[in-house]
Structure formats: structure tokens, C-alpha cells
């Protein structure tokens, strides 16, 4: 897999623009070498797909094939997502002023992050390229979400919002940046931006795979291109036209894989892994003020030492 003494110590790919993205070699997964591009700022796939080849994907093949019981899982794990989401919304709400609360959600899903807002008065718009996810939203719970991609095309048809929130999208894209700069221009002026990716080559992941010999299970070409970490989404995003108000991280999952309980590539044992961690947070969570500081108070000490499983991330759309 991805033993390091195997690996070519650069490569480097151009793609269609001219744009050479070269760099060390840190994995190669089915084809793929994922470098530290010095180019791009982050580590990312080579050779990374054509925008065609993942429209693809994602319309038809995601939610089907790769992740098929995600939308089941999703409603599952409802009453835990709103207490997720409830801290988001509380965070908007106090960075901005209560006439601002209009929202797009770029990849929205199923569309419960749409719903949790829609609760609490907030104007909602989601767009999401998955068929089934859409339909879901639409049917089951009269979301306003249109079925489609975020490009130059959908973009002008989308109207201006106070938020754009990506949740786990920018790591599946060819071209990070251009969707940051996309998400500007439906930006209002001094509108914020919520992103959500997985928090990659932490240093639980690192220990887990070097000295417990486990494949590096969170490099997942052709679904996963980019792999950040704060300093690299913080650089990427303010290059875009945003200043960082806020980054945190969420519960290292991966603490599990340290304390024994092996669940990479074993359902059963993923799922629950999962519900310890949603107890907690669900536990600390309901027990006020003292529960919900202790929560952030964990949060912040995890990020401090570059731990947590994904980057959450708050910016303001700068230059107005
Ligand atoms: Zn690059």
C-alpha cells in the first residue's frame, strides 16, 4: 500500500490548464499518489479526474453504490445531527445580524442541516447532485433543493445568501478553489462560509498506520482528491477572497483504532464506534452549560494538538 520506502520520493501530473502539480509522494491507493502539491498549497491525488468523470459519479453511482444505506444512516442518526447542527446555526446566528438568515447548502444530502435551519427561521436553499438525496428532500420534507451540480452555469440561478455552507465537499473535488470562488459570488457582502472536510494525516491517523501497520484507510481515491489539514484549508480559503473567524475540529474518531477496537473495514464495529461517540456528545451536550463547555473545551484541546476526524471551518467573505 503505502510503505514509504516504496514510494518515488516526487511526482508530478499537468493538467488541462498547463498547471503543473508536483511534489513528495506520501500514498499511492489504486493508482493514485497523493502529493504534497506545491502548486495547490494541500495534498491532493495525481492524476486528479476530469470534472466530467465526476458528475458522473456523484448524479448516479455515490449514494447507490459507494455509500448505499448512507441516507438510512443519515435519518438514523437524526436526533445527533440536530444537536451538530443546532451549535452550527447558534454560531451563524451570533456572527451575524437576525435580518441576515438567508442560507445555501452546497451538497446539502438528505437535507437535514436544510430542515434544522428551516426550525429555527432561517431562509434555506439547498443544492445536491445526488438524484435520491434530492428527491428525498424534496418529498419527505418539502425542502426547496434543487438536483444539480454548483458550477458557473448553476451559480447565477442560485440567488445571493448570507451563508453558503459546504459540508464534505471540497474533498472530492478536482478544482477546490474554483468552488470557494464560486461560493463568493453567492455571497452577500460580509456573508460567511461554513466548511466542512475530513482533518487528514493527523497524527492519530499517522500513529495508527505507522505503528500499528494499518493501511492508510482514509486515503480513498476516486472519491477523496484533496487531504487537509487547518494550516491548508486556512491558506486555501483566504487565497479565495475570505478572512478565518473560527476553525475546530470533531471528535477524533480514530482514538478508537489506539484503544483496540478495530473498525476499519468492519461495518458492525464502525457503527459502533460511532454511537460511543454520539453518546457523549449527545450526553454532554444536554447537560447545560457546564456539559456544552466541556464539549467546546474538548474540542478546542483536540484541535490544539492537530486531532479531531474533520476541519470545521467559519470565514467571511472579505474585500467588501
Ligand atoms: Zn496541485
Not at 508536483?22 to 494541500?42: E, I, P, T
Request: aromatic residues 8%.
Amino acid at each position: 500500500m503505502s510503505d514509504l520506502s516504496d514510494l518515488p520520493p516526487q511526482a508530478s501530473w499537468t493538467d488541462a490548464a498547463g498547471c503543473t502539480h508536483a511534489g513528495a509522494v506520501l500514498h499511492r491507493v489504486q493508482g493514485f499518489d497523493v502529493v504534497d502539491c506545491a502548486h495547490c498549497g494541500f495534498r491532493h491525488v495525481l492524476p486528479l479526474p476530469t470534472p466530467q468523470a465526476l458528475a458522473e459519479v456523484y448524479a448516479h453511482d455515490y449514494y447507490r453504490t459507494e455509500k448505499p444505506l448512507y441516507i438510512e444512516r443519515y435519518l438514523e442518526d437524526r436526533d445527533w445531527w440536530e444537536c451538530v447542527y443546532t451549535e452550527r446555526y447558534e454560531w451563524l446566528e451570533a456572527a451575524l445580524p437576525a435580518t441576515r438568515r438567508r442560507l445555501l447548502d452546497v451538497g446539502s444530502g438528505p437535507g437535514l442541516f436544510l430542515a434544522s435551519g428551516r426550525d429555527r427561521g432561517w431562509s434555506v436553499r439547498g443544492i445536491e447532485p445526488s438524484t435520491q438525496a434530492a428527491r428525498h428532500s424534496r418529498e419527505q420534507l418539502g425542502l426547496d433543493v434543487v438536483n444539480g451540480f454548483l458550477d458557473a452555469d448553476s451559480a447565477p440561478t442560485l440567488g445571493r445568501h448570507d451563508v453558503v455552507h459546504l459540508g464534505e465537499v471540497l474533498e472530492h473535488l478536482s478544482d477546490p478553489a474554483a468552488m470557494l470562488r464560486l461560493a463568493h459570488d453567492l455571497l452577500a457582502p460580509d456573508g460567511l462560509l461554513v466548511l466542512v472536510v475530513p482533518n487528514d494525516d493527523n497524527p492519530v491517523q499517522r500513529i495508527v498506520h505507522r505503528h500499528l501497520g494499518v493501511a492508510p484507510w482514509w486515503v480513498a481515491p476516486p472519491h477523496h482528491l484533496n487531504y487537509f489539514d487547518a494550516a491548508s484549508l486556512a491558506a486555501l480559503v483566504s487565497r479565495c477572497g475570505y478572512t478565518v473567524e473560527h476553525q475546530e475540529t470533531t471528535f477524533p474518531i480514530d482514538l478508537f483504532l489506539l484503544m483496540g477496537h478495530h473498525y476499519i473495514g468492519d461495518d458492525a464495529k464502525g457503527r459502533q464506534a460511532h454511537g460511543w461517540r454520539k453518546t457523549l456528545e449527545r450526553n454532554l451536550h444536554g447537560a447545560g452549560a457546564e456539559g456544552r463547555q466541556l464539549l467546546a473545551g474538548m474540542r478546542r484541546a483536540f484541535a490544539g494538538l492537530g486531532m479531531g476526524r474533520e476541519i470545521l471551518l467559519y470565514a467571511r467573505r472579505s474585500g467588501d
